[in-house]
């Protein structure tokens, strides 16, 4: 029964696009042992608009799908922002101001097999995509990645 509730809590979370309720945040080891939040880095050179753009790994989930596999929900926040400088304009002073300031979201969920250590990007959703990301993000599904020492994301689930 138990692993029922369990069940219908995950679909309803994936359903709804937010990480499950009993999902273990991994975001911080996620940071710290991998290069994920440096490759964002670099997408955001590639994409991100502004002389103040920036990307953001927000959040990183982890809830067990079934004996072997394990569902990963992820968050990434790419900011574009253009700031002009200070200057005088018609001989009044003209303080610094955003041009413009928005943030695209991706969230992304996939399966990680715990035997292989092989991660499956299941679905990409770009949010707010000012950037025309979708066609991008959804070359991502279906591929697999090697998450290597995976195990050690999934302690205590």
């Not at 964002?40 to 799908?65: F, K, S």
């Not at 990963?72 to 303080?95: D, I, K, M, Y």
Request: with cysteine; charged share 20%.
């Amino acid at each position: 029964m138990a692993a029922r509730i369990r069940g219908i809590v995950l679909a309803l979370a994936v359903l709804f696009g937010a990480p499950p309720v009993l999902a273990k945040d991994i975001t911080a080891e996620v940071v710290r042992d991998t290069d994920l939040d440096e490759r964002l880095v670099l997408a955001c050179r590639t994409y991100c608009l502004g002389n103040r753009a920036g990307a953001t790994l927000n959040q990183v989930t982890v809830d067990r799908a079934t004996a072997t596999t394990f569902r990963v929900a992820g968050r990434a926040s790419l900011r574009n922002h253009q700031t002009t400088e200070g200057q005088t304009l018609f001989g009044a002073q003209v303080p610094i101001f955003d041009v413009y300031y928005y943030t695209v979201t991706i969230d992304a969920i996939g399966t990680l097999d715990a035997t292989t250590c092989n991660l499956r990007v299941d679905r990409v959703q770009v949010l707010d995509d000012r950037l025309n990301l979708t066609d991008v993000a959804r070359r991502e599904e279906g591929k697999v990645y090697l998450v290597p020492n995976c195990l050690r994301f999934l302690a205590g689930l």
